[in-house]
C-alpha cells in the first residue's frame, strides 16, 4: 500500500526538482528504483518535445535521445494504442532486431525488469510512465510488477494530473503539429506490410512488384517522416492515426 502522505507531497511539490523527487521515492517504496515519466501535448507531437523526468542513469538517457529509441520502442509503440499496462519479458524484445539491442543496452545500466504504463488524458496528451528494477525478468519478478499494478496505476494517475504545472512551465514549441505528410496509396500498403513484419521480398511477392519497387516507396516515407528506419517510419505512422495495428488483419 502507498502511504497517502507520498501522494500528497506529489500534488504539493513546488517545483518540478521537488516533484520528481517525490515521483522517485512513491516508486521505491513499491520496489522499483528506477522510474520515467514522459508526457507530450498529443499524439502526434514528436517526442522530442516530452516534459520527461527520470533517474535512469544520464548516459544512457543521452544514448537513448541521441539515437531516438522512442522511435523503435515496443513500450511506446504499444502505450499508442493501448490503455492496458505492458509487462516487460525477453520475448517483447524479439532476437536479432534493434529492439533486442535495446534490451541489451538498457540491462546494462540495471534496467531489466518493470513494466511501463500509458499516460492517455482527456485533451489529448500521451505519454509513459515505466517503473523498472535490476531485478531479473522471471515470473517471480512478473509476479511483483501483478501485485503491484494497482498501485502503480494509482501513481500514474497522480503524477499526470500533479505534472500540469510544471509541464506548463517547462513546455517548449512543439514540433510536428502541422498536418500529417500525405503517403500514396501503395505507400500506405508497403508501410502496413512493415508493421505487420514482413520483409522488402516478402511484401514484393504480396503486392506484385519488385523489391526495388517497395524499396523506393519505403524511402519515400522515410524522408516525409523525416526518419531513419522504417521502424520508426511505422511508430510516426500509428503515432498520426495513419495506420493501426489491426490493419493488415483486414
Known amino acids: 500500500m502507498i502511504d497517502t502522505a507520498l501522494l500528497l507531497e506529489l500534488m504539493e511539490a513546488r517545483d518540478a526538482t521537488q516533484w520528481s ?3 522517485f521515492n512513491l516508486a521505491r517504496t513499491l520496489g522499483f528504483d528506477q522510474v520515467l515519466f514522459g508526457l ?12 520527461l523526468r527520470s533517474n535512469y542513469a544520464d ?10 529509441f522512442a522511435y523503435v520502442d515496443p513500450t511506446v509503440a504499444h502505450c499508442l494504442t493501448s490503455t492496458l499496462p505492458m509487462v516487460w519479458e525477453p520475448g517483447l524484445f524479439a532476437s536479432g532486431t534493434q529492439q533486442a539491442g535495446l534490451y541489451e543496452e538498457a540491462s546494462a545500466h540495471g534496467i531489466r525488469s518493470g513494466v511501463t504504463l500509458p499516460v492517455h488524458g482527456p485533451q489529448g496528451e500521451f505519454g509513459v510512465i515505466s517503473f523498472a528494477s535490476d531485478a531479473r525478468p522471471d515470473i517471480a519478478a512478473q509476479r511483483a510488477v501483478m501485485e503491484a499494478l494497482p498501485m502503480l496505476a494509482l501513481v500514474r494517475d497522480y503524477a499526470f494530473a500533479s505534472s500540469h504545472r510544471f ?12 498536418a500529417a505528410p ?27 512488384c519488385s523489391e526495388a519497387t517497395v524499396n523506393f516507396h519505403l524511402a519515400n516515407v522515410r524522408q516525409k517522416f523525416d526518419v531513419n528506419t522504417r521502424q520508426q517510419a511505422v511508430v510516426k505512422a500509428i503515432g498520426l492515426g495513419l495506420i493501426t495495428p489491426e490493419d493488415h488483419h483486414r
Open 21 to 23: 523527487a517525490s515521483l
Open 167 to 178: 509541464r506548463e512551465e517547462g513546455a517548449r514549441p512543439e514540433e510536428g503539429r502541422g
Open 182 to 208: 500525405r503517403l500514396t496509396k501503395r505507400e500506405l500498403e508497403v508501410l502496413q506490410w512493415v508493421m505487420a513484419g514482413k520483409s522488402s521480398w516478402e511484401i514484393a511477392r504480396i503486392t506484385n
Open 40 to 51: 507530450v501535448g498529443s499524439r502526434h507531437a514528436r517526442f522530442e518535445s516530452a516534459f
Open 59 to 68: 548516459n544512457w538517457r543521452e544514448r537513448y535521445d541521441r539515437n531516438g
